[in-house]
């Protein structure tokens, strides 16, 4: 199945993760690292694209942005087409620098900006970059250091990320230091790394509390959202968006999942679906009805026709996880 459009329109907030390739490091100094700065400074001033947060790790980058008239893309081509060029010259390499495709998330203002300034920020103090807070508040290679003003970058939107912390400068840098700490302890929450259902509600039992009420909501991986921001984004969007929405979608990527699980598992899909009581198919039944169930959003009914099994043998299923 093919990966879903990009989703973006001028003023969109992004959540951007870029990767080696085969997981290579793109970064090996701080004369790289200086490149890539510089480099997000001129793109970012010339495609008007605003920078809220950001983190440079060894083979991994992370931006918090609101896309600029001329979309993503445009700047995601740039930056990275230019400091492609210039890491490979530098350093006498050839072909692709980075994965082909970068991940970008669409993430509800309102709710997320504040978790994810702290989440990306706090990247080189998880991955052992720096030893504490105090070190991350001097560390250059990092959007929290310009928060602190321990750096200064022209092109980083200062002002605006504080001002969700507070009315004064003092009191919202203070806030939002105090919020870093509490963040810290909360671990990694891959929720802010992706979109769909699970991460905009914020886990699966909340999934499941929503299916007990009756409730739905409208989810896309590409987005990081409630129900109503997601319909709203993919309602605005062009008509080869609108094609992600239905349950067509859902149920192909369901479909391409369920094959490539029984592959993995060393089963045959026929032996799935004709309800063999093998271990390792209940085994691999089990883990995909509570995807496509609490994850998917598919109905009992339709996971039932999938994996093999009943409608009510997939609430069973469903029951038991909480």
Not at 96 to 109: A, D, G, M, P, T
Not at 115 to 134: C, M, T
Request: charged content about 25%; some cysteine; proline content about 2%.
């Amino acid at each position: 199945m093919p990966r879903g459009a990009r989703l973006d329109a001028p003023g969109t907030l992004h959540h951007v993760m870029v990767r080696g390739i085969e997981a290579g490091r793109i970064i090996i100094d701080d004369v790289d690292r200086e490149s890539f700065v510089s480099r997000i400074a001129a793109v970012a001033s010339r495609t008007g694209t605003h920078i809220y947060a950001w983190a440079l790790m060894t083979n991994h980058v992370h931006l918090l942005l609101k896309s600029g008239p001329a979309g993503l893309p445009d700047f995601m081509r740039k930056l990275l087409t230019g400091y492609s060029i210039t890491y490979n010259k530098r350093h006498q390499r050839h072909g692709h620098l980075f994965q082909n495709r970068y991940k970008s998330i669409v993430c509800e203002e309102e709710p997320y900006l504040r978790k994810l300034v702290a989440y990306i920020h706090l990247n080189p103090l998880r991955a052992g970059l720096v030893g504490s807070l105090d070190e991350l508040s001097h560390y250059q290679w990092c959007g929290h250091a310009a928060l602190m003003r321990h750096t200064t970058h022209e092109w980083q939107e200062l002002d605006y990320v504080l001002g969700y912390f507070g009315q004064t400068e003092d009191s919202a840098r203070k806030a939002y230091l105090n919020f870093i700490h509490d963040q810290l302890k909360l671990g990694k929450q891959h929720e802010l790394t992706g979109g769909g259902l699970i991460r905009s509600a914020g886990g699966w039992f909340e999934v499941f509390s929503m299916r007990q009420r009756g409730e739905r909501q409208f989810s896309d991986e590409r987005i990081l959202g409630g129900g109503d921001f997601v319909k709203a984004l993919l309602d605005e969007a062009e008509p080869k968006e609108q094609a992600f929405l239905p349950i067509s979608s859902r149920m192909a990527k369901a479909q391409e999942e369920l094959e490539s699980r029984c592959g993995m598992a060393g089963i045959s899909l026929e032996s799935l679906q004709s309800g063999s009581r093998r271990v390792r198919c209940s085994i691999v039944r089990k883990e995909l009805a509570l995807r496509f169930v609490l994850e998917l959003g598919l109905s009992f009914a339709e996971t039932a026709r999938l994996i093999g099994i009943s409608a009510s043998g997939v609430n069973q299923i469903v029951r038991r996880m909480k």
